[in-house]
């Protein structure tokens, strides 16, 4: 008993020792780049704002089509530097770019150099490279005739040839179904010439056809090194687009949520947590504390995981932490409820406290691994605000599991005193399926209603669901304000708004606003505004604030068609994933097929709050959806674990 208890002090020791040192290395970090510490964690655009650069489109009459192929293709050249990256059309002949970053320790100029200036891509044979080079040197405007263009490039990936005895570096291209057609003729008619990629005036590469290329597929080899291949590679796909764009300004600014949302946030994710742990120490008095101590030290893994991987953390990859953090708590439950059942039925603390944890661990893999089931298909097939909710539900569901399996263990052997586990009570039998009619109807009496007024709210306010800027689009106001009267955003958010949100006739909760560094501009994003609107609040902002300058922009949706298609594909595969996984573990498919329609039913009635209530959907949105969707599987599998181990005590 004695060496029992020892051992429980040396591990309580050890812990406390790395959570102390876990906490110094996130407030203060380690070595000459901090590394760990919380501070460095990159945050996204609505937490910290960013660079801002807009792009002029050069070619004359782009139509719609082209342009939205141009936002959709340099979204996806934007994700390569941050999946949290927007792309939006502002006004008729511009597209605006946004990228998460912390300019105190990255230049912005080193970013635009890295991006690149996406101008025009051209594939050329030798007979047309020769009429392109004499227009270059003599001015002259001959014409000549590419082989491909920048729309026909699909994705451009450098990667490593070892296939032979001496190594060789590649650039792997992707064309369009048309391109892959263009590509098939002129590599047939070229073979042992060049073919030249042109890029913004300049020759990147001449690669010589070896063979006609016919399945839309082409490797560039013989490159130096990975780094140029990766160049080329970065080259081609920035000039990839269906238009030729040219950069006419770029800005730093400010977080979109506003830096009094971000602070109040922490504040109520921190009085949160504060709550989940008083609660747990009441339910389950000496293990709540101890889990209390785990889920501490799973908040300063996770700070410390995103600090040192620079992962970018953004409102949905917040409710990807909060989820993690609700699904570890739930294990910690289910695993002191089974070890006072244990102690009930007579058994020791150590005994119990091993058969506790065994018998909830089917419990918490299943429900943890179908979770990271759907976390994997988001992040394989999601993009966007999905894939960073994605990337921290993965890591805290590991971490989470990490925690409440090992550490919450190695801490609560050393204690022998049932007295500090408390007993089960014997549970009262409820008889919750006798209630399923009158739950059934309500629940699809709530449904069909959430349905019906998506007709209701289109009739009413001209659109299905009350869609915010990041689905619709809308109107960007920027106002320059004089030097003596410099607006900062907590004055914008506080006087500013309210007056264009009356004058509009719309929610000030709803303006998105960014301050812009170094000109005293102030950025205000609302729904779309009529030309009489716009007059009204120009002439208020001169008049009232004193602005010298007033400039209104319509601007696009950042959530993109392809966006939008990847998200639906995501859930449909990951939802059929989770029900095959289910049924097999379970041995029955109607577990789940059951799973599924509860996963439906909660969505849906989450969805009808949104729809009757005309609450704002955006990427809060879409952050409560996939906060549901994983708390609702996961309390399901809880469920049918239990029925499970009742069908198992009855047979035999």
Same mark, same amino acid.
């Given at each position: 008993?004695?060496?029992?208890?020892?051992?429980?002090?040396?591990?309580?020791?050890?812990?406390?020792?790395?959570?102390?040192?876990?906490?110094?290395?996130?407030?203060?970090?380690?070595?000459?780049?901090?590394?760990?510490?919380?501070?460095?964690?990159? $945050?996204?655009?609505? /937490?910290?704002?960013?660079?801002?650069?807009?792009?002029?489109?050069?070619?004359?009459?782009?139509?719609?089509?082209?342009?939205?192929?141009?936002?959709?293709?340099?979204?996806?050249?934007?994700?390569?530097?941050?999946?949290?990256? #927007?792309?939006?059309?502002?006004?008729?002949?511009?597209?605006?770019?946004?990228?998460?970053?912390?300019?105190?320790?990255?230049?912005?100029?080193?970013?635009?150099?890295?991006?690149?200036?996406?101008?025009?891509?051209?594939?050329?044979?030798?007979?047309?490279?020769?009429?392109?080079?004499?227009?270059?040197?003599?001015?002259?405007?001959?014409?000549?005739?590419?082989?491909?263009?920048?729309?026909?490039?699909?994705?451009?990936?450098?990667?490593?040839?070892?296939?032979?005895?001496?190594?060789?570096?590649?650039?792997?291209?992707?064309?369009?179904?048309?391109?892959?057609?263009?590509?098939?003729?002129?590599?047939?008619?070229?073979?042992?010439?060049?073919?030249?990629?042109?890029?913004?005036?300049?020759?990147?590469?001449?690669?010589?056809?070896?063979?006609?290329?016919?399945?839309?597929?082409?490797?560039?080899?013989?490159?130096?090194?990975?780094?140029?291949?990766?160049?080329?590679?970065?080259?081609?796909?920035?000039?990839? +687009?269906?238009?030729?764009?040219?950069?006419?300004?770029?800005?730093?600014?400010?977080?979109?949520?506003?830096?009094?949302?971000?602070?109040?946030?922490?504040?109520?994710?921190?009085?949160?947590?504060?709550?989940?742990?008083?609660?747990?120490?009441?339910?389950?008095?000496?293990?709540?504390?101890?889990?209390?101590?785990?889920?501490?030290?799973?908040?300063?893994?996770?700070?410390?995981?995103?600090?040192?991987?620079?992962?970018? +953390?953004?409102?949905?990859?917040?409710?990807?932490?909060?989820?993690?953090?609700?699904?570890?708590?739930?294990?910690?439950?289910?695993? %002191?409820?089974?070890?006072?059942?244990?102690?009930?039925?007579?058994?020791?603390?150590?005994?119990?406290?091993?058969?506790?944890?065994?018998?909830?661990?089917?419990?918490?893999?299943?429900?943890?691994?179908?979770?990271?089931?759907?976390?994997?298909?988001?992040?394989?097939?999601?993009?966007?605000?999905?894939?960073? %909710?994605?990337?921290?539900? &993965?890591?805290?569901?590991?971490?989470?599991?990490?925690?409440?399996?090992?550490?919450?263990?190695?801490?609560? +052997?050393?204690?022998?005193?049932?007295? &500090?586990?408390?007993?089960?009570? #014997?549970?009262?039998?409820?008889?919750?399926?006798?209630?399923?009619?009158?739950?059934?109807?309500?629940? $699809?009496?709530?449904?069909?209603?959430? /349905?019906?007024?998506?007709?209701?709210?289109?009739?009413?306010?001209?659109?299905?669901?009350?869609?915010?800027?990041?689905?619709?689009?809308?109107?960007?106001?920027?106002?320059?304000?004089?030097?003596?009267?410099?607006?900062?955003?907590?004055?914008?958010?506080?006087?500013?708004?309210?007056?264009?949100?009356?004058?509009?006739?719309?929610?000030?909760?709803?303006?998105?606003?960014?301050?812009?560094?170094?000109?005293?501009?102030?950025?205000?994003?609302?729904?779309?505004?009529?030309?009489?609107?716009?007059?009204?609040?120009?002439?208020? /902002?001169?008049?009232? %604030?004193?602005?010298?300058?007033?400039?209104?922009?319509?601007?696009?949706?950042?959530?993109?068609?392809?966006?939008?298609?990847?998200?639906?594909?995501?859930?449909?595969?990951?939802?059929?994933?989770?029900?095959?996984?289910?049924?097999?573990?379970?041995?029955?498919?109607?577990?789940?097929?059951?799973?599924?329609?509860?996963?439906?039913?909660?969505?849906?009635?989450?969805?009808?709050?949104?729809?009757?209530?005309?609450?704002?959907?955006?990427?809060?949105?879409?952050?409560? &959806?996939?906060?549901?969707?994983?708390?609702?599987?996961?309390?399901?599998?809880?469920?049918?674990?239990?029925?499970?181990?009742?069908?198992?005590?009855?047979?035999?």
């Amino acid at each position: 008993m004695k060496k029992t208890k020892r051992k429980a002090v040396i591990n309580l020791i050890i812990f406390f020792l790395l959570l102390a040192g876990g906490i110094y290395m996130a407030i203060a970090g380690v070595g000459q780049n901090e590394s760990g510490k919380t501070a460095n964690v990159p $945050l996204g655009l609505d /937490l910290q704002g960013g660079l801002s650069v807009t792009y002029e489109i050069q070619d004359e009459k782009p139509t719609s089509d082209e342009i939205k192929a141009t936002v959709d293709k340099l979204q996806r050249r934007v994700d390569a530097y941050s999946s949290e990256g #927007e792309v939006y059309q502002e006004g008729n002949d511009r597209i605006t770019v946004e990228i998460p970053l912390n300019t105190e320790k990255v230049d912005a100029h080193d970013v635009l150099d890295e991006l690149g200036q996406p101008g025009q891509l051209l594939f050329l044979d030798s007979e047309n490279y020769t009429i392109w080079q004499q227009n270059q040197n003599n001015g002259t405007n001959d014409a000549y005739e590419a082989v491909l263009t920048g729309s026909d490039i699909k994705n451009a990936q450098a990667g490593v040839d070892d296939s032979g005895t001496v190594k060789d570096y590649v650039v792997q291209l992707q064309f369009t179904d048309e391109g892959a057609q263009k590509f098939a003729t002129a590599t047939a008619a070229n073979i042992g010439k060049p073919i030249y990629i042109i890029y913004d005036g300049a020759v990147a590469s001449a690669p010589t056809v070896q063979s006609a290329i016919t399945d839309g597929n082409a490797v560039i080899n013989k490159i130096s090194s990975y780094d140029e291949a990766e160049s080329l590679a970065s080259t081609i796909k920035i000039g990839a +687009l269906p238009l030729e764009l040219k950069q006419i300004q770029y800005n730093i600014v400010g977080a979109k949520l506003g830096q009094k949302a971000v602070s109040t946030s922490l504040i109520a994710g921190a009085i949160g947590f504060g709550l989940v742990c008083i609660l747990m120490i009441v339910l389950y008095r000496f293990p709540g504390f101890i889990a209390s101590l785990a889920l501490t030290g799973y908040v300063v893994l996770m700070l410390l995981i995103l600090s040192i991987r620079h992962i970018t +953390l953004t409102l949905p990859g917040i409710a990807g932490i909060i989820l993690s953090i609700g699904m570890a708590v739930d294990a910690n439950v289910i695993i %002191f409820t089974r070890i006072r059942e244990e102690i009930s039925a007579g058994s020791g603390v150590r005994a119990a406290v091993k058969a506790g944890f065994s018998k909830a661990l089917s419990a918490i893999l299943d429900g943890n691994i179908t979770t990271l089931i759907a976390t994997v298909v988001l992040m394989i097939l999601g993009s966007g605000s999905i894939k960073g %909710f994605a990337v921290t539900l &993965m890591l805290g569901i590991v971490l989470s599991m990490f925690t409440a399996l090992f550490v919450t263990k190695m801490l609560l +052997l050393g204690v022998q005193n049932p007295k &500090m586990y408390g007993k089960a009570k #014997e549970p009262k039998i409820h008889g919750y399926v006798k209630n399923f009619k009158i739950c059934g109807v309500a629940s $699809l009496i709530v449904i069909i209603a959430g /349905l019906a007024f998506l007709g209701v709210n289109h009739s009413r306010i001209g659109k299905s669901l009350n869609y915010s800027l990041e689905f619709t689009g809308g109107t960007s106001t920027t106002a320059t304000f004089a030097e003596d009267d410099v607006y900062t955003l907590e004055r914008a958010e506080s006087e500013v708004a309210p007056v264009i949100a009356e004058t509009a006739g719309i929610d000030a909760g709803t303006i998105q606003i960014q301050t812009v560094e170094g000109n005293n501009q102030v950025i205000f994003k609302t729904s779309e505004l009529t030309e009489e609107q716009s007059a009204k609040i120009d002439d208020l /902002l001169k008049s009232q %604030f004193k602005a010298t300058e007033v400039d209104n922009q319509s601007i696009s949706s950042t959530i993109s068609g392809e966006m939008k298609k990847d998200a639906i594909v995501a859930i449909a595969v990951s939802s059929v994933l989770m029900l095959l996984y289910i049924a097999f573990r379970f041995s029955d498919v109607k577990f789940g097929v059951s799973a599924v329609l509860a996963l439906v039913h909660d969505v849906l009635v989450v969805f009808a709050a949104y729809s009757i209530g005309t609450l704002s959907v955006g990427n809060t949105f879409i952050a409560c &959806m996939l906060t549901i969707v994983g708390y609702s599987i996961n309390a399901t599998i809880i469920i049918f674990d239990r029925i499970r181990e009742n069908m198992r005590t009855q047979d035999s």
